[in-house]
């Protein structure tokens, strides 16, 4: 099972704010928190990654909550583009489990 | 372009058959990991290997194996293929073999008839 619990769909409206939550309640103090998106069947998107601080880059912010134990990824102007499936993953000692992710549609 | 490759893109073959699918990392990425994603099902890691040794191990089947070489190409072997191995394989990439970004792939996509 994924250490990850993301909603199965959401909606957001072009040029809104896009937040998508992740709970990860079991995360380990040395694991760290990423974000990747996946557009139809095209190999996953590296988005943003963090440990204990809120991160921000070009693509994305992440803020993470200060027990660690969820995560919300907020893309500040969706456009139709950012329509994809999203995970959230907890990485840590080689151990990768992906969740279902969270289908965002963006919409007009 | 995430600087990854696989090939081929596609696959078509029969159950019981053999097919190997390759990898080529990011120039100076020395570890590869792989990735099954069957029709509409998440991603389930299968196998990681940091220059040229086997790091960490999945959901990998035991008809299903992988190497990586010193090139630091990896190939993922399946083998006695089943109806239910049709899916897209990814495989990627990152610098190092611990917690590190990975980049993937555009996939191969295999379909076992």
């Known amino acids: 099972d994924a250490k990850t619990t993301q909603p199965p769909s959401m909606d957001c409206a072009e040029g809104r704010a896009a937040n998508l939550p992740c709970n990860h309640s079991?995360?380990?103090?040395?694991?760290?928190v990423y974000w990747y998106r996946q557009i139809h069947s095209q190999g996953p998107q590296y988005i943003i990654h963090g440990l204990k601080n809120n991160e921000t880059n070009e693509m994305a912010s992440l803020i993470i909550t200060e027990d660690r134990k969820s995560s919300t990824l907020i893309l500040p102007h969706a456009t139709l583009r950012d329509t994809a499936v999203y995970y959230c993953i907890v990485i840590g000692n080689n151990d990768m489990r992906f969740g279902a992710g969270t289908r965002l549609t963006v919409k007009p | 372009d995430s600087g990854v490759t696989q090939t081929p893109k596609h696959l078509i073959t029969a159950t019981g058959q053999r097919v190997t699918l390759r990898c080529s990392p990011r120039s100076g990425d020395l570890s590869v990991y792989w990735y099954q994603q069957s029709l509409d099902q998440g991603l389930q890691f299968l196998i990681q290997y940091y220059n040229g040794e086997e790091r960490a191990k999945g959901n990998i089947l035991e008809r299903f194996s992988a190497q990586q070489f010193p090139d630091l190409h990896s190939e993922l072997n399946l083998s006695s293929l089943e109806l239910g191995d049709s899916a897209l394989y990814f495989c990627?990439?990152?610098?190092?073999?611990?917690?590190?970004?990975?980049?993937f792939g555009p996939g191969t996509r295999l379909l076992v008839l």
């Open positions: 990627a990439s990152s610098v190092g073999g611990y917690q590190e970004t990975q980049y």
């Open positions: 079991t995360i380990s103090g040395n694991e760290y």
